[in-house]
């Protein structure tokens, strides 16, 4: 379902709705406001989403339609700040900074076809055939970039132009090989050690709800060769991916490259008050999307990969819902 706070943002809307069409999957277009019409929003998230696997929310200004539509459900909700004012950046902070318990996955700004693609890998994690065509899609990239390569020289290049020598270089090959647990639903992926505080609560709630995980250290700039590895060893094994990273994010983007199924990004406090982290996280180009949470919500990050779960498995979504009422009574945390 794409929920829009205002009709006025169907622009965005259309972005998200371009690529179901693509992909060949069935949507709902709603319009309903947090603030104006709360009423026909909570009967729209209560009352017609039994059939939806994912909610899209649409909305700028305050934002605060992609929480309220968290709060009201289990079931993965993805926000879509638009821009109206100061850039888009308040939609934003307000669609990242959830609070505990109402995880919301937010795409950049006016990204609605990110949103639509992190639907698709939400979707395939229990269809096969559309795992696969996102594989077909991501390698498409190639031929497409080719070709805006070459209208690229058709239309700019000058008298002195020439095209680089291909010289192939070797590359040490890795002889280790990640090895998981025969059961490890989600990889969680740091790029050092600085952030395990961030971490242990991620692992301590996906615990809690009963999702077998396991963590690595892996630096996108010290080892990406490593990285990319690993993905390749693991990629068929794990159902998805939480990344926590802090200053500029790398490892994030790089996860994202080389894997069609969903990442969940955790952006950590460090300098700038974690802006810089949130902001390179955030904001993917078309195609690549990062679920990206709140600054150090490594617990809200755990939840969304609950909720993804839930919608196939009623074990996890009685887990997911046993925690939640413990979580209200305050009482998760001695």
Known sequence: MILLGSASDYKVAQKAVNVFEEMNIKYDLRVASAHRTAERL??????????????????????HLPG??????TKPVIAVP????????????????????????????????????????????????????LKEKRYAYN????????????KIAGKNYK?????????EE?????????????????????????????????????IKNEYKVVSATRSPEKLEKYIEDIDDEVDMYIA?????????GAIVSHTT????GVPCTTRLFGIDSLLSMIEMPPGVPTATMGLDAGENAALFVGRIFAIYDENIRNELIKFMKTLHRNVYYD
């Open 82 to 133: 638009v821009d109206v004012k100061l850039g888009g950046i308040d939609s934003l902070l307000s669609s990242t900074e959830m609070q505990l318990g109402t995880p919301v996955a937010t795409m950049g700004i006016d990204r609605g076809d990110n949103a639509a693609w992190l639907a698709c890998q939400i979707i395939a994690c229990n269809d096969e055939e559309l795992k696969k065509t």
């Open 244 to 252: 926590v990273s802090s200053l500029s994010t790398i490892l994030t």
């Open 174 to 210: 890795i002889d280790k090989t990640l090895k998981l647990n025969p059961d490890t639903r989600v990889l969680i992926i740091s790029g050092n050690y600085s952030n395990m505080e961030i971490v242990k609560k991620i692992i301590q709630t996906l615990d809690t709800l009963k």
């Open 261 to 264: 199924k969903p990442v969940i």
């Open 163 to 171: 095209r680089t020598e291909r010289s192939v270089v070797e590359v």
């Open 143 to 154: 031929a497409k970039i080719q070709k805006s390569e070459e209208e690229l020289i058709e």
């Open 42 to 63: 909570k009967d729209i998230i209560k009352n017609e989403t039994e059939e939806v696997e994912v909610i899209i929310t649409i909305a700028g200004l305050a934002a």
């Open 68 to 73: 309220v539509a968290a709060s009201l459900t």
